[in-house]
């Protein structure tokens, strides 16, 4: 059975540093693994889509990279901004499956 | 084009008391799902729909009926609500192409059973 967690629940960070989540997973037969944000009292947007058979991920200031065989993800945000602030999920999709596994979660809160 | 559309976005109920959270897309989506979050939990899925006339348990299903009523709507039902069911219930629906696979979310209903 898939799990996956992550590291650190909560950061807080200064405005303008750069910062790396955490994500792992114990089963390696991933289809993809994606990152989300979800912001207080909402629901969750889809931020970087990673497919198995790629390494990284790019959007603006977001890049997420994927380790199969250790069975980590990374999302690094460079120069970070009090808009930043939010919850921070990962996700992986099996082969052959129509679900996701998601992580608990990181609470990141970016100040001034 | 509202993306995926939850009703009602509160809800207290009583114990033992039955509800229905609705669900629905204008995105053509075949898949659609029903999620729970619960605080260090993260989200639980409940119940999935792949295609229209389909539907399959996930991760916990005790407690719960789903209906998919057509393409758009995917319904969610308590038929007796028990405190365990406190919760935050998001609807999702996935757009899968050759080269995207994106999970789409309502604003979610926070239920409370009392």
């Known amino acids: 059975k898939q799990e996956v967690t992550q590291i650190p629940a909560a950061l807080s960070v200064p405005e303008g540093e750069n910062l790396v989540l955490n994500c792992s997973f114990t089963d390696s037969a991933i289809y993809n693994l994606q990152w989300f944000r979800q912001d207080p009292g909402k629901g969750l947007t889809s931020l970087l889509l990673?497919?198995?058979?790629?390494r990284e991920q790019t959007s603006g200031r977001l890049n997420a990279s994927l380790d199969k065989s250790s069975g980590r993800s990374t999302l690094y945000i460079a120069a970070s901004q009090p808009g930043d602030s939010a919850t921070y999920l990962c996700?992986?999709?099996?082969?052959?499956?129509?679900?996701?596994?998601f992580g608990t979660g990181t609470r990141l809160q970016v100040f001034p | 084009n509202a993306g995926v559309t939850q009703t009602p976005k509160f809800q207290v109920l009583k114990t033992g008391q039955s509800m229905t959270l609705q669900c629905a897309q204008d995105?053509?989506?075949?898949?659609m799902y029903w999620y729970r979050q619960d605080p260090g939990m993260g989200l639980r899925l409940i119940y999935y729909?792949?295609?229209?006339?389909?539907?399959d348990k996930g991760e916990v299903p005790n407690g719960y009926n789903v209906s998919r009523l057509n393409k758009r709507e995917f319904s969610l039902r308590l038929e007796s609500a028990a405190p365990s069911q406190t919760s935050v219930y998001f609807c999702?629906?996935?757009?899968?192409?050759?080269?995207?696979?994106?999970?789409?979310f309502g604003p979610g209903t926070r239920l409370t059973v009392l």
């Open positions: 996700a992986s999709r099996g082969i052959s499956t129509d679900k996701l596994i």
């Open positions: 999702a629906s996935r757009q899968l192409g050759q080269y995207t696979d994106t999970q789409y």
């Open positions: 990673i497919q198995s058979s790629q």
């Open positions: 995105m053509n989506h075949n898949s």
């Open positions: 729909s792949a295609s229209e006339g389909t539907t």
